[in-house]
């Protein structure tokens, strides 16, 4: 976690990531901008990251200290510095002289002197010094896909030693909407009120629409849309996370962007301002999990990758299952594995034409479930071509609700797949424990076309 949002947290944040062991990349209150370091605003910018590194130097969860955000890229990478040597050669070096002295000299003595032993980084991203950040060094912040507009595809194939910032937007879902939107002659993604409400203006909704286009049936009906863009970030953060993670140990480390709002708003958040998480929310505390399976094709291979963050090696029964989207298995696999301790392996592998059969590749999907000796199940689903060319099933889903203490168990099934299932209560403030999933066929696998969900 990070923070650039011009706020020091108050302390019950960092409590309660010291109790849940939450690792806090914690900037100091700059970023994408220049200061005049000097006189008065660099004794003020020099007592407040004192006072700020002694509240917070006792808390285990501060992992490092940054100087700021982008600065560094700014004038190196943004052309900055080369407007201002055409603008003023001496102004250009008075503004790099007291970069200099804040972000490599004052802030890191600082940190060295109140919070020893605390690691600093002068900005975010950064390689080395006095240059632009690379990816084969550092942190590096990659926006290719979303602002550059390449493929989802191409977080597959990006490397870097850490990604500390990427991301990618949607719209909250309609409840949200409707609480800044109540009015239906204003549900269009273009309207005044959601243009107001939009933090990448126009720009940002024909990213979206292209995007979708791009991979998924664009629906026209306002509500469906808001759905379908929440899927669409969903899987695009989460492709990134398991690539990501995929090539451990050369990439050691994913923060997405970002993480909530301060305002109700489309954005590249994971929670909306009213505390709803958003599709991606779901997908990515899948993707963080300890352990990560991860399916990919690669080549004309299916390769599965486990992931462990574990600090032991764990012994467990990986299952493969090919099925086609109204319940039929068509494929199956199963065998046992060891998982080594703090590794990225690929431990299986098939040739497409033998695990696809007589198959095409827009009738089915592969499910990757891996279960461990202490009973922890991680599952994933994998699609072979792009949503918009599979023809899913019109599909039935039963549910039972029951009571329980704090809420209600709701469970349901359906004999066919069912792909990002959307549970929500009309004009009520709710939270389900799950949402967006995907609803296996019933009849395929016992006890796994049945998500239970409690939601308060």
Known sequence: MSGADGVYEDDCFYDLCDQYGIMVWQDFMFACSLYPFEGEFK???????????KRLRNHPSIAVWCGNNECNEAWFGWGWKSYYEKLNPEYAKTIWSQMQDQYFVTLPEIVSEYASGTSYRPSSPFSVFGQVSNSKSGDNHYWSVWH????????????SRFFS??????????ESVKRYNPYEKDWNIASDVMMSHQRGGDYANNLIKTYLANGYKVPEDFELF??????????AVKTAIEAHRRDKPYCMGTLFWQHNDCWPVASWSSRDYYGR???????????YRDILVSPIQENEDLNVYIVSDRLKDTKAILTIQLIDLNGTLINSYKKS????ANTSEKLFSVKLPDLLKDKNK???VAHVQLETTDHSVYQNNYFFVPQKEIDFPE???SRSIKAIIGGFEISLQSEEFNRGVFLSIQDSDHFFENNYFDLLPGKNNEGEGQDSLDFE
Do not use: C
Request: glycine share 4%; hydrophobic share 35%; no cysteine.
């Open 43 to 53: 004794e003020n910018v020099r007592q407040e990251a004192i006072d700020n590194v």
């Open 277 to 287: 998480w958003k599709a991606q929310h779901y997908f990515a505390r899948e993707a």
């Open 165 to 174: 910032e990427y991301g990618f937007q949607s719209f909250p879902e309609f």
């Open 148 to 159: 550059s507009k390449a493929p989802i595809s191409d977080y597959n194939s990006t490397r």
């Open 226 to 235: 808001l759905y379908v863009s929440q899927i669409l970030q969903g899987d």
């Open 337 to 340: 594995v060891n998982v080594m």
């Open 395 to 397: 599909t039935h889903i």
């Open 362 to 364: 827009n009738e089915v």
